[in-house]
């Protein structure tokens, strides 16, 4: 029985990082068709703020917990409810009306490229030939999308997916804060709440000075369903996380953002009729082998740590 149980959990979590990968890929269209039919970005971002803070809180409520209000606590929520959630998602939902649906996800998702070399400027990594590899087709991919006049439709999109790069590189930012001032004795579900419920306190006062807040009214229209849609995928994408991190840690997760760069690429398709030219194909392909590159030793470590944990 055991081992029936054992040899399941692969299995699930593949499960559940395909369906992870698939909602959040999912998202890029979702905000795409938002931007484009008047849903202002700032507007947007803040309802992705907090609406899933409020359903994320009320289950986290639910278990009888309460959040911790330490003075570490409250600074870890707000910066990386600012570096891992206000600025990136604004910075992508601003952008996500001026580039294709598959171009998106593929600069965004280029995170754990980025986050190696600011990990190794800080100390937190050690060098690695076939990670910087990655690194180095990672930037290869970058340019492939950014510098052939016929890579992007316009060339007027190319400032766009310069300024894309700002939310890769907040992600990253936030994921070596996470990594060297967690406190201690805290979960991911409190965690995850308190920097939603940080972001959208500190995307309050913009979203209301520049008029940019977006009413929903009942009932609702087709742009207001589409930001409840994303709100109810994120905050499933949340459990799905916490889920995912609880049964195989970061084995499987590491592979997300591959998932999530194959489903933007088909909804673009599917959605907005968007095709791969020669460029932006080569780009995928080494985005996607960097991605591999740059997370093999993590995913290594990680099954050397669960194998000793579970035999």
Known sequence: MMRRLQ?????????????????????????????????????????????????IGLLFSCQGKTLPRAPSHLRYYFICGLTGIAIPNTSMYFAASHLP????????????????????????????????????????????????KTSLPSPDMIPWALSTLLTPISFAVCSIYIARCRPANSDIFSLTTGMLTASSLLLIPLVFSTGSFYPLHFPLDMPEGVIILEIVLSS?????????????GPVYYSLVDTIVVITGIFWGFVIFHEKLNEWTATAVCCIVCALFLVTRQQRAIAAKQLAMQTG
């Not at 692969?10 to 849903?39: C, D, E, K, N, Q």
């Not at 990655?134 to 290869?140: S, T």
């Open 7 to 55: 040899s399941s959990k692969p299995l699930s979590s593949l499960l559940l990082l395909i369906l992870l990968g698939f909602i959040w890929g999912t998202g890029y269209s979702i905000a795409r068709f938002a931007m484009t039919h008047g849903v202002p970005p700032l507007g947007y971002s803040f309802w992705q703020s907090l609406g899933p803070a409020i359903i």
């Open 101 to 148: 649906a598959d171009i998106l996800p593929m600069i965004v998702n280029t995170v754990p490229i980025i986050a190696y070399p600011l990990a190794l400027f800080v100390g937190l990594e050690s060098f690695n030939w076939q990670r910087m590899l990655g690194v180095g087709l990672a930037f290869c991919g970058l340019m492939f999308i950014i510098l052939p």
């Open 236 to 248: 499933i994408g949340y459990l799905l996380l916490f889920q995912l991190i609880k049964i195989a």
